[in-house]
């Protein structure tokens, strides 16, 4: 059983990428019959499914959906770009500092990657020049400032870990990212030729930068208030959210249909199937049979490092988020069984830095996204596309190698 659950497990992530599905809703389609066939009751099934955790993404995503619909996002990003005017050699420290930060305070890896990845790589068309390094610094960006206790992707792993008795890490988790993430930035600065740009038009006579309007101002507010009310009072994140949110719609700030919409409904479907079959599969005994197969090329120097590169190659074909996090962070607590001398902050920090830096691959969200966007305003030829696509490509994998040897280190402990 334990074996046949796990087969049960990898089928919806084959079926959903071979076929182009939603991995959640094929997750969702598997767990009644694994319950029929390992007698699990559907109150038993019901149960797995992550009620507390749906409610609090779903609160953050509404917010940000609703900054996303109104431009709030997209013209606080033009602002902060704009800054480097003449100094070109700044603008990709500026964007990655500025999406690590907006990431930080709420909207998370996935919508900065959906604001920035195709803005910047939009504005590197206009200045004629090479997408590749504004696309991967976005993303870089997004993906280092993505693991706060407020952002998306922090809340899921942090709540992940809390199942396996991991608490209190909240900041060697969001630290780790940063240091993760940056250290491929410079890599990717000096190897992409960031600090010698010669743009054929200046960033700051290609970006006017406007005033903020009235819906955009009480989005500014509300995302303060969010900051405010969770991190310093301690409230509810996705409550907080729901109730800033509210507010917003009563004050008419966005289009209430199109930011609905624009939620990635998705994610939170992919995240609760995977979620809910997840829970069958450690009943039956499938993450115990999954840890003695990753124990067995493991040491304590090296645990880190398998892992890591194990979710970076995962990430390549699902869903960081979705996929890589809720089925092997589960694995923490049996492998440091196993293998003993390795923290949990290491393996934890490790399966999510390497994951995320696989984004800046085309067949991830931050990559397909700048290429699309830049392909809609270059227009390149067929040719152009595909060298751009190999490239990204290219420098997603260089991005996992990094931070896989990056792991290796012993860094993720400093917090600890």
Known sequence: MAALSLFFLLAPIIIGIYRKVNIGLCAFGSVLILGAIGKINVKTIQAG???????????????????????????????????????????????????????????????????MAPFTCSLAAEMGISPLLFCAVSILGAAGGGLTPVAPTGILGLSLAAKQGIEGVEFAYAANSVIAQTVYFIVVYFVLGGYKLKPKTEASELIQVTKFDRNQIFTIVGMLVMVICVIGLRYDVGLVCFSVSFALLLLKACNEKKAIAAIPWGTLFMIAGIQTLMGMVIKLGGIDLLVNGLAKLMTPKTAPGVIGLTAGIMSWFSSTSGVVMPTLIPTIGGIMEKVGGVTAIALLSAITNTAHVAGTSPLSNGGSMGLAAYSAIANPTQEEQSKLFVRLFLVSAGGVLTVTLVDLTGVYNLFG
């Open 49 to 115: 499914f992550p009620t507390s955790l749906f409610m609090t993404l779903l609160g953050v995503m509404m917010l940000f959906a609703i900054a996303q619909d109104n431009k709030t996002l997209e013209v606080i990003a033009r602002k902060i770009v704009a800054l480097a005017g003449k100094r070109t050699f700044l603008i990709p420290i500026v964007i990655y500092v500025f999406a690590t930060i907006l990431a930080g305070i709420g909207p998370g890896t996935v919508p900065v990657m959906g604001v």
